[in-house]
């Protein structure tokens, strides 16, 4: 009778004839052996779909990242060409969507309808959707930090803008703001919620930091630039659903609140830091900081608590054999 001399880990290796008598043994070794192998094998494949997980689950944070980025920046193209109506079907359905601007704040879809498709349609290209002949309002959105929660259905981001807006001297006769041409530089504090599958504008936070005629420049900025709101919906048919104190143009320098932490450190910026006292005065005597609280009654449903912690890595470190 032959046998098979059978080689560690490779049970197919013929070697030479052994005696019957020594086979049970060498079929012993091989049942172990094979029995290690399988126990590494299925260490190696549980951590394989441990990997897998992992990077689908930083591939849809990452997917989500770009389709709020990109939200963001369809709406800034709409917003150049007063298309009020695209505008506005870009915000969510959902109760608590608003948008804060000049110290007050629009509640609802009707709320954004009423400042875009009424405040805006109407001062800008006098009810039409869609651009008039001669009037420029062109925004450059950039210096995006966007920030999706780990639910995947919450976003944040914070965005620059820069506005170049005015009208060509030919049409001075016909449009109400003459002849005009400024600058307008802001910032965006805003969050996105994911509604039956799609990213929409959420709670919109604009904060139009400083105005320049360009002519003259932003060392002359005239006060209040931008008129304040002073009456609520529905005394004034156009006007915010409230107007809270959180007032800020030119020459007011107060730091934006941001939504996330230091990146090192993982702390918020001290209250006192975002204020901006006068050359050589005490903090104290300063506007109190600018906040990015809720409206009364509001939350986050569905958005988690916790904070980025400095250093934590999202992916595994996937390391190839040398």
């Not at 043994?25 to 052996?33: D, G």
């Not at 930083?58 to 997917?63: G, M, Q, T």
């Not at 104190?245 to 007011?252: A, C, G, R, T």
């Amino acid at each position: 009778m032959r046998g098979w001399w059978f080689w560690e880990n490779s049970p197919l290796y013929l070697a030479r004839p052994v005696h019957p008598s020594s086979l049970t043994v060498k079929f012993t070794l091989l049942s172990i052996t094979i029995m290690g192998s399988t126990g590494s094998m299925e260490s190696e494949l549980a951590e394989i779909k441990q990997q897998v997980a992992a990077l689908q689950k930083e591939l849809s944070r990452v997917s989500d990242e770009a389709e709020v980025r990109k939200t963001h920046f369809k709406y800034g193209y709409y917003l150049d060409k007063c298309l009020y109506d695209e505008v506005v079907d870009m915000f969510a359905d959902h109760p608590d969507t608003y948008v804060e601007f000049l110290g007050s704040r629009y509640r609802g879809k009707e709320g954004v309808r009423r400042l875009y498709k009424g405040r805006f349609q109407n001062t800008f290209v006098k009810g039409r959707n869609g651009p008039v002949h001669g009037f420029l309002l062109d925004h450059i959105m950039m210096q995006d930090i966007v920030d999706v929660d780990p639910s995947g259905t919450h976003a944040w981001v914070r965005m620059r803008a820069l506005m170049s807006a005015g009208t060509h001297q030919s049409i001075q006769e016909e449009h109400p703001r003459g002849h005009a041409q400024w600058w307008e530089g802001g910032l965006y504090e805003n969050e996105y919620i994911k509604e039956n599958g799609v990213w929409k504008l959420f709670r919109y936070r604009y904060f139009p930091f400083w105005h320049a005629d360009f002519e003259r420049g932003w060392a002359h900025t005239k006060k209040n630039y931008v008129p304040w709101p002073t009456k609520t919906y529905p005394e004034d048919p156009l006007g915010p659903d409230e107007i809270f104190e959180q007032k800020m143009l030119w020459p007011d320098t107060r730091v934006i609140p941001f939504h996330y932490p230091h990146p090192v450190t993982g702390k918020k910026i001290d209250d006192d830091a975002l204020r901006a006292p006068r050359w050589g005065q005490d903090v104290s005597t300063s506007d109190p900081p600018l906040v990015l609280d809720l409206p009364e009654g509001q939350s986050r449903p569905g958005a988690s608590k916790e904070e980025p912690k400095p250093g934590v890595k999202i992916l595994p470190e996937l390391r190839q054999n040398a």
